[in-house]
Structures are given as structure tokens and as C-alpha cells.
């Protein structure tokens, strides 16, 4: 299946700080690409749908100017948490839409680990 | 609303021992039904893509089949290696977003 791989892995900052996680898709272009979060024990929650080239499209409930989102090309896609606090600690995931044979799919990241301290 | 119900929450088996895990669903204008497989700490990998009922796919001990209604996902002589976190999620026609159920947790005892 297809690849997409996500940077860093894991992170710890401090309260105020900015962080930014970076998503990529590395054998096929995306032009739309997804951003979840999850916390533990519960399933992925969509924060946003990245389109290339174009604002990003945010879910009811998530603050856009808190989450900057980018997809600068259609390989990569950027989260960016800014001033983040501990309650933005989370698991985040992002994911590529794309096709395996004649299945359309996403593809997910390993995702990133956000601590918050 | 849309929405995406799996049962059990988890379910544990015996090496060998086949099971099915359920996902129910109330998405309108349903376009696909999407299986995935989580491990601890890690991103979902995709399983199985079904759009229609009566659709079946299979991959290795795993089969995917859906109805009107709900999908299935049948597990045959598991190993300890399938223990994992199943997700099933569903697409409206129309919008690529998925609508993920809250997954149902697998433990294969050898």
C-alpha cells in the first residue's frame, strides 16, 4: 500500500511554545489530505480537511487560528499548534487520500505524539 | 447524524478460536465502507475498502462483508499477531471524510 509518513514522531514542549508536525505522502500525490487527533482509548477524531493550494476545511468545534494547517504541495501537509497548552496533548494522525489497485482508501501516518508540559 | 457503531468493545480469543466483529452504521447515501487495523501507538493501516452489499473481500485470516445495514469482519483461526484495535469507518457520496466507529479491541491468547 501506499506510504505516508509523519515528523517528528514524537515531541515534548513547553506550555506557549509553537509545534509543528509535518505529513507527508512519498509515492503518490494527495490532493487531499486529512488531520485527526485521538486521545487514548477513544477512536481518531477529524480536526480538518487539507486541500492542496486552497484553505484548509475545519471541523465544527476546532479553532482554526489554534491549528494552522498548509498543504503546500501535493506531498506535503503541515499542522502547526500554536501556543499550545497541556490539554493539545494528543496523539495526531494525518492521512492521504488515495487508491490501492481499485480501492479508494485513506492512508494513515504513524502519527505524532504531542506532550504538552 | 451519521454514525458508526462497532461491538463488541473488545473481544478476547483463543489462538484458533474464529469470531466476527460487527460494525453497524446509519451513514446516509453510504459510498464506501472502510476497515482498518490499529496497534498501539501507531497510525491506522488500511484493511478493506467494500462499497455495495453482498461485497466480500479477504485478506489472510480476515474477511470484510457488507449488507444494507452493517458489515462484518470475520476472523479466521487467529493468531496472537491479530491482536489489534479494528476500526470501521464510513464515506458519504460526495465527501471523503471518514466517520470512524470507536473500534473494537482484539486480544489473541496463544
Known amino acids: 500500500g501506499a506510504v505516508v509518513s509523519q515528523h517528528p514522531s514524537r515531541v515534548i514542549c513547553k506550555s506557549g511554545t509553537s509545534v509543528k508536525i509535518e505529513c507527508r505522502s512519498l509515492d503518490f500525490q494527495a490532493t487531499t489530505m486529512f488531520w485527526y487527533r485521538q486521545f487514548p482509548k477513544q477512536s481518531l477524531m477529524l480536526m ?3 486541500n492542496e493550494g486552497s484553505k484548509a476545511t475545519y471541523e465544527q468545534g476546532v479553532e482554526k487560528d489554534k491549528f494552522l494547517i498548509n498543504h ?3 506531498t506535503l501537509s503541515t499542522l502547526t499548534v500554536t501556543s499550545a497548552h497541556p490539554e493539545d496533548s494528543s496523539f495526531y494522525i494525518c492521512s492521504a487520500a488515495g487508491t490501492s489497485g481499485r480501492q479508494e482508501t ?3 501516518g504513524p502519527g505524532t505524539r504531542l506532550l504538552v508540559l | 447524524e451519521d454514525q458508526v457503531t462497532q461491538s463488541p468493545e473488545a473481544l ?5 478460536e474464529s469470531s466476527s466483529l460487527n460494525c453497524s452504521y446509519t451513514v446516509s447515501g453510504l459510498r464506501g465502507l472502510f476497515w482498518y487495523r490499529q496497534d498501539p501507538g501507531k497510525g491506522p493501516e488500511f484493511l478493506f475498502t467494500l462499497y455495495s452489499a453482498g461485497e466480500e473481500k479477504e485478506k489472510e485470516r480476515l474477511k470484510a462483508t457488507l449488507t444494507k445495514k452493517e458489515s462484518f469482519l470475520h476472523i479466521t483461526a487467529p493468531k496472537p499477531e491479530d491482536s489489534a484495535t479494528y476500526l470501521c469507518a464510513g464515506t458519504q457520496g460526495g465527501s471523503e471524510k471518514l466517520v470512524f466507529g470507536k473500534g473494537t479491541k482484539l486480544t489473541v491468547n496463544p
Open chain 2, 12 to 16: 478476547r480469543l483463543q489462538e484458533g
Open chain 1, 106 to 108: 485513506q492512508y494513515f
Open chain 1, 48 to 50: 480538518a480537511t487539507s
Open chain 1, 72 to 74: 503546500a504541495s501535493l
